[in-house]
């Protein structure tokens, strides 16, 4: 639930208070093992670097420079690094992203951009919730590289036809919006379209996908900012979102609604659940209206630190984040100036708070309804690392749905395939409906629970029954055995 949106309504959980709740409140089937924080082996020198005896040890991933990373318990040097992918790695300096290379590089993890960085150390601890390398994982990369070969999975030209459509009735709406005043009608369709470009254009680019050149996955990342988000705090939170989906310690979206509205399962007793949420599910469109505004009135875009990422553990309080603060901080003021002072030049202001209102319901509902479908209905699995580690793959399948077809295709920007981008999100949407049938035909074969839904309406329905269940806490004990 984050396409374009920085920042979702929440209310902050300390990360420790929020891995209390889930450790403490939630009784699952089977005691769990610690929390998958383990010593980390001295690995054979795969990378750039010096000897194993020159190589510095970091007690944990919390005390590395920002400048370094941490990926299979070895630490590298940032510095110097020509990332194929562009400067943007430089954001996540100071973290493990151990997960995060994985997901980013699936066809070439052991012999990617990892053996051309310096190695400097390695962590004496380190948390291995995932595993990686999995029968699954290669009979699904495997099947997947016989559809779409590695070196083409970026965006085609159905991609670039949709992405300038949405692009151009963006900035024809955009025109008359602001040159001629609004209306209702014109309110709700800048909304929608706003939310379209959230969908179609910023989404894929800021995963990397649309192009192996980093210019035009930059260029089109800023789409976030001009629908009232941040490329920076939108990089922040959701890779950190897709690395550990519905892990509620670690995923920002699991809490994001957090103490209104409930999406993860806390569990009857659960310290967060109060009497209100018996309701939820009648409220529940009513709270994803306030999407917009939970972005457009957060500091956040001041400070350029996303606080559910930091929540999460992750950390961003480095030199990159900070240079990229005023053109963060001037976009979000030419929004502002666009969309929300316009109206008041051409209208008298009751009439524009009403216009500027419409226009953030429309975007908030188009933009919020199918992703809040995503991860969030019956069968979900809401506790992937509960009963210890979990091949990192299966859990994205069993923490994700898929609906529809092309249609919802391209009027989602290929997003209504869920679980195929989640398993591959630097691939182009425009791929997704074309792997689906391997996909699929792997988790069969694996016993992997797939979760597809015909139509949005049928996931809809699923989703608020999963809601009310979850307002009742009666989706307690509902864990899946890893």
């Known amino acids: 639930m984050t396409q374009g949106r920085s920042q979702s309504l929440r209310t902050t959980l300390p990360y420790n208070r929020r891995q209390q709740h889930h450790l403490h409140q939630h009784k699952t089937p089977r005691s769990k093992p610690p929390l998958g924080f383990t010593q980390a082996p001295m690995p054979p020198n795969s990378g750039a670097g010096g000897a194993a005896s020159d190589l510095q040890v970091f007690p944990s991933a919390d005390q590395l420079p920002e400048g370094y990373v941490a990926i299979d318990g070895e630490v590298y040097d940032l510095k110097g690094f020509d990332h194929p992918g562009g400067e943007s790695i430089l954001l996540f300096g100071g973290n493990d992203v151990s997960v995060q290379y994985r997901m980013i590089h699936p066809f070439h993890a052991g012999k990617g951009s990892v053996n051309k960085m310096k190695k400097v150390g390695r962590l004496a601890k380190s948390r291995l919730d995932y595993t990686f390398g999995s029968e699954f994982e290669r009979d699904l990369v495997a099947a997947v590289q016989k559809v779409v070969k590695p070196s083409q999975r970026f965006a085609t030209r159905g991609f670039w036809f949709r992405c300038i459509f949405y692009i151009s009735l963006y900035a024809v709406l955009t025109y008359f919006y602001v040159s001629r005043g609004s209306s209702i009608a014109l309110c709700i369709a800048i909304g929608m379209s706003q939310a379209s470009i959230g969908l179609n254009v910023q989404h894929d680019a800021n995963h990397g996908a649309v192009s192996p050149s980093p210019f035009w996955n930059d260029l089109l990342g800023f ?260």
């Open 223 to 482: 789409g976030a900012d001009m629908i009232g988000g941040c490329k920076y705090l939108w990089l922040q939170q959701h890779w950190t979102h897709h690395a550990f989906t519905n892990d509620i310690t670690r995923d920002p979206d699991a809490s994001s609604t957090d103490p209104f509205f409930l999406f993860h399962d806390y569990g009857k007793n659960g310290a967060v659940r109060k009497a209100v949420h018996v309701f939820q599910h009648f409220y529940m469109i009513p709270v994803l209206a306030m999407y917009w505004a939970s972005s457009i009135f957060n500091t956040n875009v001041v400070t350029l630190q996303h606080t559910g990422a930091a929540d999460a553990g992750m950390k961003f309080g480095n030199s990159y984040r900070e240079a990229h603060r005023p053109i963060s901080i001037l976009l979000r003021s030419l929004y502002l100036a666009l969309y929300c002072a316009s109206p008041f030049y051409h209208h008298h202001w009751a009439t524009a708070l009403l216009h500027v209102w419409t226009m953030a319901v429309s975007e908030s509902l188009t933009l919020a309804i199918p992703f809040a479908l995503s991860h969030n209905f019956l069968e979900s699995e809401r506790h992937p690392v509960a009963n210890g580690q979990v091949c990192w793959y299966k859990s994205q399948v069993e923490t994700s749905s898929t609906y529809g077809g092309y249609v919802a295709g391209w009027l989602t920007g290929g997003l209504n395939f869920q679980i195929e981008h989640h398993l591959f999100p630097r691939m182009s949407s425009a791929w997704y409906p074309y792997i689906q049938p391997a996909v699929r035909e792997v988790c069969k074969k694996h016993g992997v629970n797939y979760v597809y839904y015909p139509n949005i309406f049928s996931n809809l329905v699923s989703t608020f029954t999963y809601i009310a269940q979850v307002g009742r806490g009666a989706y307690e004990g509902k864990v899946k055995a890893n």
